[in-house]
């Protein structure tokens, strides 16, 4: 007997959904793709469950474009609780530390340019880096210290936004691979205070911010209405990168895998950009001596 015929659709585009705290990004995307019945999702960027925010959610055709989003820049509004710290980073964790010494606000400013350009971050513990082919966070889990290297990040800036005895908000914008944990974790220790995350929201994932953002329930309470005009558009996605225009015969070769001279002052002359015809995205790839070379097509009528 052969099995039931699948009732999804197949749905394209982007939805930038602010996530809410307690909520894991598997579960929220699990959430989008029963609402809009979609074939297949997934996510730009995992939130912790602690954390609030920005989470970009590709259907169809525009899960090819998560990498270019997920290498955009990041922003996040976050607050430090002094005095304590977990094995996790943030407030989930188990108290592993404490300290009585709190940072004046001056301590904390003095320090920030430390934390600002390209710097080596020890990812936490409870983190999704593989470990000899295991999670950390598993490893964690079951007792085990993984051993994390450092690695290089980049913190484009980091800002002092509040602060009281107890804690302080920060603002930061960074590149991808960057952990606020770590950042809270790394200031709690210089500043001789010890700390961790006590709450955590990101404004920005490359293209899209918190003006674009709907809350799940706006989604799930009025489904008919809101859903349809939440979705954007597969090149979405793809608005931080060069677009050029082709016309029909162009996109045939493109999306047969062939290249394709681009002509016109406009057109870049190097690194990645996106073909577009009759305002759908055909293909993007990488521009080598004048000519657009595919490295993803998309399967979308134009």
Not at 97 to 120: K, V
Not at 157 to 166: H, K, R, S, T, V
Not at 208 to 226: G, H, K, N, Q, R
Not at 263 to 271: I, K, Y
Request: with cysteine.
């Amino acid at each position: 007997m052969s099995a039931p015929k699948s009732s999804r659709k197949d749905v394209n585009g982007w939805v930038v959904l602010d996530k809410p705290v307690g909520m894991t990004s598997t579960h929220a995307v699990s959430r989008l793709k029963r609402i809009f019945n979609a074939k297949k999702a997934g996510h730009a960027g995992t939130l912790d469950p602690l954390a609030s925010g920005i989470l970009p959610v590709a259907f169809g055709e525009a899960t090819k474009t998560v990498p270019f989003v997920q290498d955009g820049e990041k922003a996040y509004r976050f607050t430090v609780r002094w005095g304590v710290e977990t094995d996790t980073d943030d407030a989930d964790g188990a108290v592993t530390a404490r300290s009585d010494a709190r940072p004046s606000e001056s301590d904390i400013c003095a320090l920030l340019p430390r934390f600002i350009g390209t710097i080596e971050q020890k990812p936490p513990a409870y983190s999704a880096i593989k470990v000899n082919g295991e999670r950390a966070y598993d490893l964690a889990r079951d007792g085990e210290t993984p051993d994390l290297a450092c690695r290089p990040v980049t913190i484009h800036m980091l800002e002092l936004i509040a602060a009281d005895p107890d804690e302080a908000v920060f603002e930061a914008r960074c590149g991808k691979g960057t952990y606020v944990r770590a950042i809270a974790r790394d200031l709690g220790r210089a500043l001789g205070c010890l700390g961790h995350v006590s709450a955590l929201r990101r404004t920005r994932v490359g293209p899209f911010s918190e003006a674009d953002a709907i809350p799940l329930a706006d989604l799930t309470d009025a489904l008919v209405e809101t859903a349809p005009s939440a979705m954007r558009r597969v090149e979405a996605g793809l608005m931080e990168m060069p677009r050029v225009i082709v016309d029909r015969d162009a996109a045939a070769k493109l999306r047969r895998g062939q290249s394709v001279l681009l002509r016109g002052s406009d057109a870049p002359s190097a690194g990645s950009a996106y073909a577009a015809c009759g305002g759908v995205v055909i293909a993007v790839g990488a521009v080598e001596k004048g000519e657009l070379v595919p490295g993803r097509v998309f399967n979308l009528p134009f």
